[in-house]
Each structure stands twice: as structure tokens, then as C-alpha cells.
């Protein structure tokens, strides 16, 4: 039996047992979103993104003359690099703002944005979005001639671009800049970007968005936030400086994402945190006028459960914020400098069912990649103090519901020196991770860690390591593993300074540079490729946990260990 089909179990036996009617329910209405499940995120984005090749009506938005025409270069999502045709476009009308052109657009149309300074804007439910008909705001010059640097007048004003219970849009190539700094100034709005919902007053989730090619920084709390939301391609950005909290912040029961070659940089907390957080999502569920009549909020599971059943039985499955985060692919990112505050560099709260694959994390000043459950209280019983005994936990009904469960982490490369963190983590909730190819250096203990939730179904392999910790008594409940992270096919003992003498150019130098409106790679970077005849990366990976690409989009001739191929 799979992780999916063990957590409808799980849920349809707490449900039974919460619900002696459960048996009659009738099927969801309305239908259910269906997701592209797939390891490859260009067949994702293929299925999933379906983008007109012309526009219906071409908007212009200049604080300067009117334009007649503009060029855009042909948008293609899986395109690396400047790629697809320029087009010239005639303009069908001028506007001097963003928000008013984003009230005019319409599904199907471009808003066509020329070098200047402008404040955000909002866009909510149009009905004439849809496949082949996406409303996709364009920032044209050169990288950072679009700034966007104040908040759009909606919603308090906490957000700069702001898409609230919207659906097939795309955002590409705006500087959205804010005004904090790590740890030190939160001015300003709250978020450059938000995708929102807003499911307790439109009972809706926003779906179909594309975020590509921005530069949103400096914010007071996040570079990105989402809640409510389905499929959503976060692509080719780059989310830095958050004062408070995250460069980036995935949450409330999304699901169905694909996050690849982003730059996550020098913010407070987390890198990326993606925590799908089950008490914020089912209080958001709470606020639907169809739910007044459920009891109120309790901390139980028979509490969470019933409310998930009735959702589901109102809105249809993952068609509402479940606390779960289904179906993502998290590949190719850059995560560097941030955590000063805590948190995990890729901290994962909730997440199953998904693929975590050649990532570089290095210079972070906390966890690694972490998976836990945001301490929710509905699983609380089950994971304080959790198992002790094999038998325990290999009852359905004892399983956590809303950990990280089923996650697939491959072939990446996390490098630190962090006591009391660790580089991995499968804990609090979390089960059935397949962990394999990483590089997982932590100088100080531990590299990986998991605990008695964590060892369930465990599958690690062919991994590069420092110290394994077994905490809360895993170790007594091996037996429930598939493959232990400290068996002969992994290395273990291996510090940064053995891993630098295997590696092109090892270094702590950040990634990017920021210069005046938009970043560069920064020169004296780290190339964590393997030497061609580097004996503990070379050729060492599983092949049959082998992504066909490396961190850079280079296809593995080989088998190497970490987040990027030899040459």
C-alpha cells in the first residue's frame, strides 16, 4: 500500500470513527482539481500551463507618451534562458497605473509595462480567464527598468501585487522592491507578491498562476506568500532580504506546485517555507458562511477530522485549505544565507507526495531541509511522546495525519556547520521519506537526523554524511525501516573540508550580487561540482533515484552524488 492510499485509510478510519453516518456520504460536489503527477517538471508545466501564443488585447502601462506598439518576446514556461520569438505588438490602449490597467484587462490580454517606477496592484476572480486565455502582466527593458515599490491599495495595503481568489495569470520580469532589512527594519508591506483565497469569504482557492523572472526583496515579512492555492509555477525568480521572516512562503493547504531554479537569499528565517499549517487552514475553512453550524475549534483530531470530512463532502477533495500539501516539485533552487532568525533553509511543514531534488543549500544558519508538522495539535497525540514499540505505529489509526509523509529527496547538496541543527531532518510527525544521492555535511551533529515518527518506512541510500542522530527512540524501532542512513551504502564522517578536496572550487561566497535594481551571479561563487575523479561523489549515486538533470540543467552522463553533475 502507498503513503497516499495509507493516508486515506488513516482518514477514512478516524472518520468512521468520528461519524457513525460516514458510510452514507454522497460523492464530493463540486469536482475535484486535477494535478499532473509526474517527476518531470517540463511535463508538468506542459499539462498543467496551457498559454495563448497571441494576445486578445495588448495594454500599455507608461507614466511617459503613449506607445503605438511594443516588443515582447513569446513567453515559453519551459524555455531556459531568453528564449522564444519577439513579437510586435500594436497597443489597444495606454494607462498610467498598473491597478487601472488591471481593472480593464481581461483574460487572454497582455499588460505591457514600460521602464518606470509604479505602486502594485490588485487582481481578483475574472470569469473570461482560463486554458489559453491568461491575463499576464509583463515588465519590458532591460532586467529591473519595472520597479514596483509601493503597495497595492487593497486589502490594507500589506501587499504590493496582490492576487486574491484569482486564476490563470502570469507575472513576469518586475523588480518589486521593498524597504526592510534582515533582522533589523520591517517597514513597509507585508509581502512583494501574494496569492491568496481568500477561501472564508469567496470560497475559492487561486489557481493557474505563473510567477517568473521577479526580483522581490527587502519586504518586511516575505519575498512571496501564498494561501489558498493550487497549481502555481514559482520559476527563474529570485526572493531575497526578508526582515522577519522568509525570502519565500508557501502555506495553508496548497497544493500542486512546481518551484525550480529560484534564488532564495539572505533572509531572517527560512530560505523557502513551505508550510501547509492544518489549525490556519481549517480556521480559514471555519470562515465559510456553509461551515456555522460545525462545533467550534477544537484542539482533537475527531475535531479536524470532522470538519476535513464535511469540506470535502461541501467543496470537493483538495478543493479547499486542508492543512496538506500535495504534489510538488521542489528542484533546481539556489538556498543561501539566510536563517539567523531559525527555521530550516527548506523547511517542510505538511508536505507529501512530492519530489525534493538537486537543490543547493550552503551558508544557512540554521536547519537544512527539515520536515515536521508545525506542531499541530489534531496529531499531537500521536507524536508526543509518539512510539515506542514497532507495533504502535504500524496501526493505521495511529499514523500522523498532517506531517511530511511519502517525500521523495534526491541528489541534493546541503553544506553547514550548525549545532544543535541538522542538514536532514524526517521528524515530528513525519514518515516514508526516500532519501537518496545527497550530499548532507553538517560539521557540527548532527547531518541526518529522524525520530521515532521519521524511521517509519524510511528508505536512504547512497547518501554522503556526517553523523546520523536517532532522537526520541528511533533507534529501537529500526525494524520499521526500509533502508537505515548509517548502512554501508552511505558514507558517513565526511566534513566540509573532506568534501571541499572532492569538489571544483569550494566557498562560502554568496551566490548572487545585488546591484542597484536586479542581482548577477557572483563571481567568486562556489562550483560544488565533483572532480571527474572524485572518489566519494563520482559515480557513488543509486541510478535508479537519478534525476535526468543536474542543479544546472546539465544532463547526467553518470551517476554522481549531490546536486550537480561532473562535467
Avoid at 371 to 377: A, G, H, I, L, V
Avoid at 416 to 429: C, D, E, I, K, S
Avoid at 441 to 454: A, L, R
Avoid at 482 to 487: E, G, S, T
Amino acid at each position: 500500500m502507498n503513503l497516499r492510499a495509507r493516508f486515506l485509510l488513516v482518514l477514512a478510519v478516524a472518520v468512521v470513527a468520528s461519524d457513525p453516518c460516514a458510510s452514507r456520504l454522497r460523492p464530493a460536489k463540486p469536482a475535484s482539481p486535477v494535478f499532473v503527477v509526474t517527476p518531470d517538471s517540463d511535463a508538468w508545466v506542459e499539462a498543467s500551463f496551457h498559454v495563448q501564443r497571441s494576445y486578445a488585447h495588448v495594454l500599455a502601462v507608461t507614466a511617459g507618451e503613449a506607445p503605438r506598439r511594443v516588443r515582447v518576446r513569446r513567453l515559453d514556461l519551459n524555455a531556459r534562458g531568453a528564449a522564444g520569438e519577439e513579437m510586435d505588438l500594436a497597443v489597444d490602449r495606454t494607462f498610467p497605473t498598473l491597478q487601472e490597467a488591471a481593472n480593464a484587462a481581461r483574460g487572454g490580454d497582455l499588460v505591457a509595462v514600460l521602464p518606470g517606477r509604479y505602486a502594485g496592484f490588485w487582481v481578483g476572480d475574472d470569469p473570461g480567464a482560463g486554458d489559453g486565455r491568461y491575463l499576464h502582466f509583463k515588465a519590458l527593458g532591460a532586467p529591473g527598468a519595472v520597479t514596483i515599490d509601493g503597495p497595492a491599495h487593497a486589502d490594507g495595503e500589506r501587499w504590493m501585487v496582490l492576487l486574491q481568489a484569482a486564476h490563470h495569470v502570469i507575472l513576469e520580469g518586475f523588480e518589486i522592491a521593498g524597504e526592510g532589512r534582515p533582522g533589523e527594519d520591517a517597514r513597509g508591506p507585508w509581502a512583494g507578491i501574494m496569492l491568496d483565497g481568500d477561501f472564508g469569504r469567496s470560497g475559492k482557492l487561486t489557481h493557474h498562476v505563473a510567477v517568473v523572472g521577479n526580483f522581490s526583496h527587502n519586504h518586511a515579512a516575505w519575498g512571496l506568500h501564498s494561501t489558498d492555492t493550487h497549481t502555481v509555477l514559482l520559476q527563474d525568480n529570485l526572493f531575497a532580504l526578508s526582515a522577519r521572516e522568509h525570502s519565500a512562503y508557501v502555506s495553508d493547504g496548497s497544493d500542486d506546485y512546481v518551484i525550480r531554479r529560484n534564488v532564495f537569499f539572505g533572509s531572517f528565517a527560512s530560505g523557502l517555507q513551505v508550510n501547509l499549517d492544518p489549525e490556519a487552514s481549517l480556521d480559514e475553512v471555519m470562515k465559510h458562511p456553509a461551515l456555522r453550524g460545525y462545533p467550534p475549534p477544537q484542539p482533537t483530531r475527531a475535531w479536524a477530522v470532522g470538519l476535513f470530512r464535511r469540506a470535502v463532502e461541501l467543496f470537493g477533495e483538495n478543493n479547499f485549505p486542508d492543512g496538506r500539501g500535495l504534489n510538488f516539485i521542489i528542484e533546481e533552487n539556489v538556498i543561501n544565507g539566510n536563517g539567523r532568525r531559525g527555521g530550516g533553509a527548506l523547511n517542510l511543514a505538511g508536505l507529501s507526495d512530492s519530489r525534493i531534488q538537486n537543490n543547493l543549500l550552503y551558508g544557512n544558519l540554521a536547519h537544512g531541509i527539515a520536515q515536521w508538522d508545525n506542531d499541530n495539535p489534531f496529531d499531537r497525540a500521536a507524536v508526543t511522546p509518539g512510539p515506542s514499540r514497532a507495533e504502535e505505529i504500524d496501526d493505521p489509526a495511529a499514523l500522523p495525519l498532517w506531517g511530511c509523509h511519502g517525500n521523495v529527496i534526491r541528489n541534493n547538496t546541503v553544506i553547514m556547520a550548525n549545532p544543535g541543527r541538522a542538514a536532514f531532518q524526517a521528524v515530528h510527525g513525519s514518515f516514508g521519506s526516500v532519501v537518496y544521492n545527497n550530499v548532507l555535511i553538517n560539521d557540527e551533529p548532527s547531518s541526518f537526523e529522524v525520530s521515532n515518527t521519521g524511521i517509519y518506512r524510511l528508505d536512504a541510500g547512497a547518501n554522503v554524511l556526517n553523523t546520523v542522530a536517532y532522537t526520541h527512540g528511533a533507534r529501537a524501532l529500526a525494524s520499521l525501516a526500509v533502508a537505515l542512513p548509517d548502512d554501508d551504502r552511505s558514507v558517513q564522517g565526511v566534513t566540509r573540508e573532506r568534501f571541499a578536496a572532492e569538489v571544483r572550487r569550494y566557498g562560502e561566497a554568496p551566490w548572487v550580487l545585488i546591484e542597484g535594481h536586479w542581482w548577477r551571479e557572483s563571481p567568486d561563487r562556489p562550483d560544488f561540482r565533483p572532480l571527474a575523479g572524485s572518489a566519494l561523489l563520482a559515480g557513488r549515486a543509486d541510478p535508479g533515484q537519478l534525476p535526468a538533470l543536474d542543479l544546472e540543467g546539465t544532463r547526467r552522463r553518470r551517476a554522481d552524488v549531490g546536486a550537480l553533475a561532473a562535467w
